[in-house]
């Protein structure tokens, strides 16, 4: 079973800027589709972005279309969402998940298509 960590959450000001990661317990994560989604207290969890294997392909939500960027580091086994420009609307508790679906479109972000979840990290945004 693979077991993923998230880390880099925190407290910041509007506008600020955090950068997420996910880690694997072993090697494999190279291995899986990741996917970031959100969950805010009272709300649905919500898909936020995707990417491929060969981090040739993303996927975003609209809400942060243009703000935010998922990446890959297969060498370091780690995956990273870098948030800029946060608004109040961003605050929850962000998980990483995988997958061994491929990314296709904006439909691969559907948290029942993945499988292994991490425990999540809260981001919390101040005005």
């Known amino acids: 079973q693979l077991q993923l960590v998230e880390s880099g959450g925190g407290l910041v000001q509007t506008g600020g800027s955090l950068r997420l990661s996910c880690a694997a317990s072993?090697?494999?994560?190279?291995?899986?589709?990741i996917g970031w989604f959100r969950q805010a207290p009272g709300k649905e969890r919500e898909g936020v972005s995707c990417?491929?294997?060969?981090?040739?392909?993303?996927v975003y939500a609209a809400s942060v279309q243009g703000r935010f960027t998922i990446s890959r580091d297969n060498a370091k086994n780690t995956v990273y969402l870098r948030m800029n420009s946060l608004k109040p609307e961003d605050p929850a508790v962000y998980y990483c998940?995988?997958?061994?679906?491929?990314?296709?479109?904006?439909?691969?972000?559907?948290?029942?298509?993945?499988?292994?979840w991490g425990q999540g990290t809260q981001v919390t945004v101040s005005s």
């Open positions: 998940a995988a997958t061994n679906r491929l990314v296709s479109d904006y439909t691969t972000l559907d948290a029942s298509n993945f499988n292994s």
């Open positions: 072993d090697n494999t994560l190279n291995y899986y589709t």
């Open positions: 990417i491929s294997r060969s981090d040739r392909s993303t």
